[in-house]
């Protein structure tokens, strides 16, 4: 267990349905990520929150919403996805650094998407 | 732009068969190099933070050096329990604390 805690483990959804990801976190911390995995692919950054204010939006579709309403929980709202947005979809959190250490983030198991 | 890139894609090794992964790096001003281990099903495990060319970390059978363009991930005596994905991520100054990563070396090893 790493503390990030990713619901549900496994999404079927059809092109017209919305859906809700969510991520919860354990570990005190103060900023949370959205990353997508394809295969044949690295992980891709899609959102960053800190201190529960987005401050990256990484050219994103708007049919991905983030949502982050505290510093310990983290939403992805989907709504008419498309096929090639199946992935595995990993939230990560971390303590925002000011100093000279780099902050580690922390991942959780990841939601497995499937787009029909 | 930020880039990371990792070989090789795939090794396999017996056990006990020591071999080192690789990964080059470019970077507008390094903050932090990563390396993670992620197993099928499951999010990326941290393994090490490295921050200036010189630096070495060790846990148990791992090892990871940094220099200013490129890391290694060194494994020594590995067992059948070290077959996973190794990825390999850079972070920045400045911006959103954004990790780059790498596509990742699937490491086998055989009994």
């Known amino acids: 267990e790493t503390g990030v805690t990713q619901t549900p483990r496994h999404l079927v959804m059809g092109m017209t349905n919305k859906k809700s990801l969510k991520c919860e976190q354990h570990l005190g911390h103060n900023a949370m990520y959205w990353y997508k995995q394809s295969a044949k692919k690295p992980l891709e950054l899609m959102f960053v929150?800190?201190?529960?204010?987005?401050?990256e939006n990484n050219s994103v579709p708007s049919r991905f919403s983030p949502e982050c309403p505290n510093s310990s929980h983290l939403f992805l709202h989907l709504h008419t996805l498309q096929p090639e947005d199946s992935a595995l979809y990993l939230c990560a959190s971390s303590r925002k650094q000011a100093n000279r250490d780099a902050n580690i983030q922390y991942f959780g198991a990841g939601t497995r998407l499937s787009v029909l | 732009e930020d880039q990371v890139t990792q070989s090789p894609e795939a090794l396999r090794l017996q056990e006990g068969e020591s071999s080192s992964l690789n990964c080059s790096y470019t970077?507008?001003?390094?903050?932090?190099l990563f390396w993670y281990r992620q197993d099928p099903g499951k999010g990326p495990e941290f393994l090490f933070t490295?921050?200036?060319a010189g630096e070495e970390k060790e846990k148990e059978r791992l090892k990871a050096t940094l220099t200013k363009k490129e890391s290694f991930l060194h494994i020594t005596a590995p067992k059948p329990e070290d077959s996973a994905t190794y990825l390999c991520?850079?972070?920045?100054?400045?911006?959103?604390?954004?990790?780059?990563f790498g596509q990742g070396t699937r490491l086998t090893i055989n009994p």
């Open positions: 929150y800190s201190l529960e204010e987005r401050v």
């Open positions: 970077v507008s001003g390094l903050r932090g």
């Open positions: 991520a850079v972070q920045a100054w400045g911006g959103a604390q954004k990790l780059v």
């Open positions: 490295l921050y200036s």
